[in-house]
């Protein structure tokens, strides 16, 4: 009798499993396509805003060397930016390779974190890596050189968060190319999808100062260049998109739906305040590739 009874408790407890599990099933692959497809719509829009400022570059800094026109760099000026020193050739062509190496970093980044690009075109993907990590070295030295050396004021705020980041550029690197080395392939791309972030620091820092603006102009906060916001996100631009980084790889790897869709609502409005910016920066670096008058 004892054992009918504790056979029956068992069916019921199985079932009752079952059911449990029937029913969690569809919420987690809701949970991993919330997940995947915010991925998704996150890449497509740091792909468009990406290969536009790489025409950016192109266009305004590229064809100024091209022409000997750097003194055209100025017209940051009215941003309390000079880049062309007169006279002061080693400088200028660092930041000349500096803003240069950004543009070949945003066009080729993108294109090694597309899966059917690695796949079905190992070759390329091999040789452009080599390309983007050649890059983003000399991008860390470059600035490095810019701050340091060539600033008579390195100890600014602005100078710290661009060393911060160097570093990070220069460890990721390593990182990425030690785990490329070693076969581990998933750790490999892990990293380098960290080191796409961290090189990609300065548009970002660009885009979020345009969210800002413009969605602080929507909601009638009166967003001014001295508020708190500025001197955080010269570090936020880096440490954020990071922290979110990190937050997808533990999202992905754990079976809680509950964090799979607090990760992807997150990146889904972080994507969002992202277009924000770029809607307000397009504008803007149309408005320095005109040559017309920059005012605020």
Same mark, same amino acid.
């Given at each position: 009798?004892?054992t009918?009874?504790?056979?029956?408790?068992?069916?019921?407890?199985?079932?009752?499993?079952?059911?449990?599990?029937?029913?969690?099933?569809?919420?987690?692959?809701?949970?991993?396509?919330?997940?995947?497809?915010?991925?998704?719509?996150?890449?497509?829009?740091?792909?468009?805003?990406?290969?536009?400022f790489?025409?950016?570059?192109?266009?305004?800094?590229?064809?100024?060397?091209?022409?000997?026109?750097?003194?055209?760099?100025?017209?940051?000026e009215?941003?309390?930016?000079?880049?062309?020193?007169?006279g002061?050739?080693?400088?200028?062509?660092?930041?000349?390779?500096?803003?240069?190496?950004?543009?070949?970093?945003?066009?080729?980044?993108?294109?090694?974190?597309?899966?059917?690009?690695?796949?079905?075109?190992?070759?390329?993907?091999?040789?452009?890596?080599?390309? %983007?990590?050649t890059? =983003?070295?000399? *991008? &860390?030295?470059?600035?490095? !050189?810019?701050?340091?050396? @060539?600033?008579?004021?390195?100890?600014t705020?602005?100078?710290?968060?661009?060393?911060?980041?160097?570093?990070?550029?220069?460890a990721?690197?390593?990182?990425?190319?030690?785990?490329?080395?070693?076969?581990?392939?998933?750790?490999?791309?892990?990293?380098?999808?960290?080191l796409?972030?961290?090189?990609?620091?300065?548009?970002?820092?660009?885009?979020?100062?345009?969210?800002?603006?413009?969605?602080?102009?929507?909601?009638?906060?009166?967003?001014?260049?001295?508020?708190?916001?500025?001197?955080?996100?010269? %570090?936020?631009?880096? =440490?954020?998109? *990071? &922290?979110?980084?990190?937050l !997808?790889?533990?999202a992905? @790897?754990?079976?809680?739906?509950?964090?799979?869709?607090?990760?992807?609502?997150?990146?889904?409005?972080?994507?969002?305040?992202m277009?924000?910016?770029?809607?307000?920066?397009?504008?803007?670096?149309?408005?320095?590739?005109?040559?017309?008058p920059?005012?605020?």
């Open positions: 009798m004892n009918m009874q504790s056979e029956g408790a068992n069916a019921q407890y199985n079932k009752n499993t079952l059911n449990a599990q029937f029913k969690k099933a569809p919420s987690n692959d809701l949970a991993n396509k919330s997940l995947k497809y915010t991925t998704v719509f996150w890449f497509v829009t740091t792909l468009v805003g990406q290969w536009f790489f025409y950016y570059i192109m266009s305004f800094y590229g064809f100024s060397v091209i022409n000997d026109n750097m003194q055209i760099w100025n017209r940051w009215p941003m309390g930016s000079t880049p062309f020193h007169a002061d050739f080693s400088g200028n062509l660092a930041f000349a390779a500096h803003a240069i190496g950004a543009g070949i970093v945003a066009f080729g980044g993108a294109l090694q974190l597309i899966p059917k690009v690695r796949n079905m075109y190992p070759r390329f993907h091999k040789i452009n890596g080599y390309v %983007f990590l890059t =983003v070295l000399c *991008l &860390a030295l470059s600035g490095f !050189y810019l701050v340091w050396i @060539r600033d008579s004021k390195p100890l705020l602005s100078g710290v968060g661009t060393t911060i980041n160097g570093f990070l550029i220069l990721f690197a390593y990182f990425t190319v030690r785990c490329a080395i070693n076969k581990k392939i998933a750790n490999h791309r892990e990293w380098a999808l960290r796409f972030l961290v090189s990609n620091a300065q548009w970002i820092l660009r885009v979020g100062v345009f969210s800002y603006m413009v969605s602080g102009s929507i909601l009638g906060l009166n967003p001014a260049f001295g508020d708190m916001f500025f001197p955080l996100w010269t %570090f936020g631009c880096f =440490v954020m998109p *990071l &922290a979110m980084l990190q !997808y790889f533990y992905k @790897r754990k079976t809680s739906s509950q964090l799979k869709f607090v990760a992807s609502g997150l990146l889904c409005v972080l994507t969002l305040f277009i924000v910016g770029m809607v307000g920066f397009t504008p803007f670096l149309l408005l320095v590739m005109s040559g017309d920059i005012s605020f």
